[in-house]
């Protein structure tokens, strides 16, 4: 008798410490790039929740190109929140399926996105081909490293920023778009996502230069030497701005509203904002902006709205079934 | 053992020369197709083998423990050892099933039955994914009721070990039915007239007579289910920690430029497929040593 009461006791206790100490888990489905980016902040934002609340959260990471991972989401991956590459990736949540209510780039803050990108020019160390900006990624015999733009956002940015460039030098449309034709001819594989796309240039050796993520580029040159790659700042590039939403039909099930939108609304706090910036996101907050003001190069950056006239319009344009991509590639 | 063998010996010794012109190919043809054969098998065998165990120590053997320390690493070990543990299984427990009904009784629409069990190998493993997001997916035909009733399917465990039972599907049934056919039901026949019951057939005489190459398939079957990779890609979400198996995990690690964990995890799961081999080696031997005497 003794000895059922005092198992009773334990059991009760066990489950009272289990309820009590319960971890928080939220998903974080992302695009390619971001791994190391998150890495670093899901720590500083568990550290920051602890001391705030006292609960503990862990933030689980899965990581694809934009559109996959878009995709995955929509077919039931429970992320409680999503930051994709691009709004259009994050606008078909609400499209296909009402995972989220409205255009996700005016629920927060700047756009929706915490920090911002463009795209560089990646060459192998001393320049072989002489690449200085847009024009001699096309000259004959240079071989073009980018990733598909059906399903990599990083890839729909390149494509985008050489079309606005070319618009912008040549003066119309249909220049921009002879520019673009000859521009993929020079592409020998399509990867499937912005970190496959690194990899065939930087550890396969594919390529003259790639198209790449002003992140993804500083990165490479980080894990593997600057006696290797360096990084062609070309005359004007795009403002490529990654948005972050809350998955609000997820979470509510989920019930981790308030944790999910503390953890986005952390990106714009100093330490998120410093954290994106030591990963190579160009941050938004301009004092963290001046602080690493040396480290990003200034380019003259066209916008989407500005020039493409936003991201819906954009995406039926040019990456949509039939739209400007599948014409120019086919042939 | 050794009686055959001395016995070929001596036979095969005097009229060794004349034998040689009239059933042989001039020596250069021989070592040319034989040396063609060593590269070819070096080349696209041995060399990459190598490679990934060369590239997993690149950093010492200290990075490579490391390597499988790592929470992540480990999750993605068990999660394979899991979805194996119990995709194997039940494999088995059908397979055998299948085989012996297939071949121990005449019905109609056997033909039909054996061919579905072929389909998963006729289909791509990226299709056997999407099978199961169609089925499962939050769109798909079950999915918004798995939703309401929280349970996750696809982007989780289940998903998973279903894509695994599906893709290693037909390796046991397909191992047994040419053995269980070329057995024939005469003992079991047999058994029946001396008043057997079916467990009892199946136990002492069914089982005993398939049971090496039972335990053949069931290591091809385990081989597949720890290497799958397209089919389990499509369900599994990449969570980390969560959803990895053993070649996820490898290509994640590989897309983070940590290429020696990479190369680490990877030579572990070839040292899983060569295990499997020495396996497979030895019932393929001792099978046939059991049917000399």
Redesign the interface.
């Known amino acids: 008798m003794k000895l059922k009461s005092l198992l009773l006791a334990a059991v009760a206790l066990a489950t009272a410490a289990a309820g009590s100490a319960k971890t928080i888990t939220l ?1 974080n489905v992302s695009y ?1 790039p971001t ?2 980016l998150y890495v670093d902040y899901n720590a500083a934002f568990a550290k920051y929740w602890k001391a705030k609340t006292g609960a503990a959260v862990v933030v ?5 190109g934009s559109g996959a991972q878009a995709r ?1 989401v ?5 992320a409680d929140v999503v930051t994709l590459a691009l709004a259009a990736d994050i606008d078909a949540l609400h499209t ?2 009402m995972l989220v209510p409205g255009v996700c780039q005016k629920r927060l803050p700047v756009h929706s996105t915490p920090y911002t990108s463009t795209i560089v020019l990646l060459v192998r160390k001393g320049n072989p081909k002489g690449i200085k900006d847009w024009d001699d990624v096309i000259r004959p015999g240079v071989s073009i490293v980018v990733a598909n733009p059906k399903t990599s956002g990083g890839a729909r940015w390149a494509y985008l920023a050489a079309w606005g460039y070319a618009q912008q030098r040549y003066g119309s449309e249909a220049k921009a778009r002879e520019f673009i034709t000859e521009l993929y001819k020079h592409v020998p594989v399509l990867d499937s996502g912005a ?2 796309a690194t ?1 065939t240039f930087v ?1 396969n050796g594919i390529g003259d230069v790639a198209l790449s993520w002003e992140n993804e580029a500083f ?1 490479a040159i980080k ?2 030497g600057a006696d290797k790659f360096e990084i062609v700042v070309p005359s004007t590039s795009i403002l490529a701005e990654p948005p972050v939403s809350v998955v609000d039909r997820v979470a509510k ?1 989920k019930g981790t509203t308030a944790v999910a939108k503390a953890y986005l609304e952390y990106l714009y706090s100093d330490e998120g904002q410093d954290i994106a910036g030591r990963n190579f996101y160009r941050p938004r907050n301009a004092a963290i902006a001046a602080k690493y003001a040396s480290v990003f190069p200034q380019i003259p950056l066209f916008t989407i709205d500005g020039l493409f006239g936003g991201w819906t319009k954009a995406q039926q344009t040019h990456f949509a079934d039939g739209g400007v991509f599948d014409q120019i590639y086919q042939k | 053992m050794a009686g055959p063998a001395s016995t070929l010996l001596a036979a095969g010794a005097p009229p060794r020369t004349a034998a040689h012109r009239a059933t042989q190919d001039p020596a250069w043809l021989r070592w040319a197709l034989i040396g063609t054969a060593i590269v070819f098998l070096g080349f696209f065998l041995f060399l990459p083998l190598v490679a990934v165990f060369a590239e997993g120590l690149a950093h010492g053997l200290r990075t490579y423990l490391a390597s499988f320390r790592e929470p992540d690493a480990l999750a993605a070990i068990r999660l394979t050892l899991l979805t194996a543990g119990i995709a194997v299984p039940a494999n088995l427990v059908f397979g055998v099933a299948a085989a012996w009904c297939i071949t121990k009784f005449p019905f109609r629409g056997k033909s039909l039955l054996i061919t579905l069990i072929d389909l998963p190998f006729a289909v791509s493993p990226v299709i056997s994914g999407l099978i199961y ?1 169609l089925v ?5 035909w079950f ?1 918004s009721w798995f ?1 309401d009733h ?1 349970i ?1 399917i ?2 989780a465990v289940p998903g998973i070990v279903l894509a695994t039972i599906f893709v290693t599907f037909p390796f046991i049934a397909r191992e047994l039915i040419p053995l269980m056919q070329a057995q024939g039901s005469d003992e079991e026949m047999t058994a029946v007239t001396l008043g057997a019951g079916g467990w009892q057939i199946f136990w002492r005489v069914t089982l005993p007579n398939i049971k090496w190459g039972l335990l053949y398939g069931v290591i091809l079957c385990n081989a597949r289910a720890m290497g799958e990779f397209g089919a389990v890609s499509v369900v599994s ?6 959803t990895n198996t053993m070649p996820l995990h490898v290509e ?1 690690l ?4 940590n ?1 020696a964990a990479a190369f680490a995890v990877a030579s572990l799961l070839a040292l899983l497929a060569l295990v499997t081999l020495a396996l497979k080696t030895f019932v393929e031997w001792r099978s046939q040593q059991l049917g000399r005497t």
């Open positions: 998903l390619d791994r190391e689980q990471q899965s990581h694809g995955s929509v077919d039931g991956l429970q296909i399926c970190r496959g990899t550890k990165l894990e593997f099930r | 997001v499962f997916g939050a769109r798909g999915g939703l929280n996750a696809i982007f979400g990449h969570i980390r920690g969560e994640i590989y897309n983070e430029y290429f």
